[in-house]
């Protein structure tokens, strides 16, 4: 019996040293992070983050679909288009140099997982679980201080409660002074904590609960509309594949479609393109609104002192898509006024145009609707650039270069100066950087573009032209996606083995050209570190 005491003893003892080096370590691994993603103090920290997470995201894409197997096996991809394809996922671009009629259902999986994991508000998901970094490193500074006492470590939890436990600073404090200034700091802290956990959940939630209804809602149309359903029964492709691929597309922002047509062979199901504008606008520029309304539901529903707090302290919580009232509200109004005037200004130019060609009254109207909502970060197209008018194209490359936080009015707010300890009340300016970004980098790429594909635009000037460069290339810096595309019938010089496909404008350029056009799409998503 005693050597199984001994034995039991021993036992209990590795236990504990195996519990406490853990801890060690969970402590310095947390640490670790949370000093990485400290996003006020050391924001090129996060830079580096997210610009390796790309490239290792874009990797391992194509990667699983190199080694993945085509729909059609006889065909083979150049490792470079399969890269681009990573690229233009994990970025969100929907930039295409293949069509995706090509790609196994296996293959659309790795693209869905692709786009979810790139869109943006996933990636602020991540950013954001790393935010309250600071109550957990003053807990552990608090702790530090107490290590070398065992007794104080082992009773620390208890002696921070009971207000034992002392910054060096505040020695010569009164006690009664003491006490009400920490239990005030760290209860203002802990709320913030739980405040922005409670916010972690609350968007993971909206991704996932918008992404399921979504496709829901498409896989509910292409099982009871008949024209929708015999489209994808043509094309060899899976109605569950299709509706799930279309909504992590739409609310990602990306735009990529399986269909090789994108959305244009549904422009005349005006049913199925209304499901998806939500989707587009809840994914993007009405985010950071919708998050505030939801909070401020569920307040009201679960009473919960965090969703007030979120509320009235977005600033403190330091999560970019949540905002201050009113200015949600102001971002809210500025989308809407341009949807309208996109859609006005579309409808004008193009209401009998060949691009409407075909549609009655109430499809060109949900059609065009459609078209001015994913203008500025989907990409998903119902229509053919190629034939729309030059103004048309160039209000186009305007609207996607503006960044979907855009807005026309400088709001100020008061903010209290909490670090040097005066109370004093500074004016911070919250818009005044969200409405455009420098052009400077882009001119050079267009000019380096066109050095690249400077015989064909002497040879094929219809097709290879500045301006539908310069669409291509806003496009990706903006992750958008749309693209005048390539027809072989506006060759001055007919080949006559030119075969029509369906794939954006890039997919016809050199290998140097979509090299370029990868580094633009990765500098488009790194682009709000430059502000």
């Known amino acids: 019996m005693g050597i199984f005491a001994s034995l039991g003893e021993k036992f209990e003892q590795l236990y504990n040293n195996s519990c406490a080096k853990m801890s060690s370590f969970r402590t310095y691994f947390v640490g670790f992070l949370c000093s990485l993603f400290d996003f006020h103090e050391l924001q090129l920290n996060s830079f580096v983050f997210q610009f390796f997470y790309y490239i290792i995201l874009s990797v391992l894409g194509f990667l699983a679909l190199k080694l993945s197997v085509l729909k059609a096996t006889t065909i083979r991809l150049a490792d470079l288009d399969l890269f681009f394809t990573a ?32 869109g943006e508000i996933f990636t ?4 954001l679980n790393f935010v309250g970094s600071n109550f957990t490193q003053k807990i552990k500074s608090i ?6 006492n065992p007794s104080n470590s082992r009773n620390f939890p208890a002696k921070v409660e009971s207000g034992l436990v002392v910054h060096p600073q505040l020695k010569d404090e009164k006690p009664n002074s003491i006490v009400e200034d920490r239990d005030k700091s760290l209860s ?28 829901g809602l498409i896989f509910l149309y292409v099982s009871l509309v008949p024209s929708a359903k015999e489209v994808l029964k043509n094309k060899g492709i899976q109605m569950q594949i299709f509706s799930v691929f279309t909504a992590v597309s739409t609310f990602s922002n990306c735009g990529f479609v399986p269909t090789n047509e994108n959305m244009k062979i ?35 529903t679960t009473k919960r002192v965090e969703y007030g707090y979120m509320l009235n302290n977005s600033r403190e919580i330091g999560y970019n898509y949540l905002l ?10 500025v989308v809407l006024v341009l949807i309208v005037f996109e859609f006005l200004f579309f409808c004008s130019m193009e209401w009998n145009s060949e691009a409407l060609y075909g549609l009655d009254g109430n499809e060109k109207f949900v059609a065009s609707l459609f078209q001015v909502v994913n203008l500025r ?27 979907a936080r855009t807005s026309f009015f400088a709001i100020e707010g008061h903010e209290t100066d909490v670090k040097n300890g005066e109370g004093k009340t500074k004016q911070k300016r919250l818009m005044g950087h969200d409405t455009f970004s420098p052009l400077t980098f882009l001119v050079p790429f267009v000019i380096f573009i066109c050095m690249t594909e400077r015989d064909k635009l002497k040879e094929d000037p219809l097709n290879f032209n500045v301006l539908s460069i310069a669409l291509e290339v806003i496009s990706a810096y903006a992750n958008v996606g749309l693209s005048t595309g390539y027809h072989c019938a506006r060759q001055l010089k007919p080949d006559p083995f030119c ?11 050199s290998a140097g050209g979509k090299l370029l056009l990868v580094i633009v799409m990765f500098l488009g998503k790194l682009r709000k570190f430059g502000k």
């Open 324 to 333: 201050p009232s009113v200015h949600s509200f102001v971002m809210a109004i």
């Open 87 to 118: 690229v233009s996922a994990s970025t969100v671009s929907s930039m295409s140099t293949v069509e995706m009629e090509l790609f196994s259902n296996t293959q659309l999986v790795i693209i869905t997982a692709l786009m979810l994991m790139g």
């Open 266 to 300: 549904f422009k005349k199901n005006s049913g199925l393109l209304l499901f998806l504008i939500p989707q587009v606008l809840l994914g993007n520029t009405l985010f950071a609104p919708a998050l505030r309304c939801v909070i401020w539901v569920l307040g009201k």
């Open 188 to 215: 203002g802290e802990h709320l913030r904590n739980c405040s922005i956990k409670l916010l972690g959940h609350v968007v993971i939630r909206y991704i996932f609960v918008i992404q399921i209804l979504g496709a």
């Open 377 to 403: 970060h989907t990409g998903e197209s119902v229509f053919d650039l190629s034939i729309v008018t030059p103004a048309v194209l160039v209000v186009f490359i305007v609207m996607m270069y503006l960044p």
């Open 143 to 148: 702790e530090s201080r107490v290590h070398d």
């Open 124 to 127: 602020s998901m991540l950013r």
């Open 499 to 509: 075969k029509p496909v369906w794939y954006g404008f890039v997919g016809r350029w």
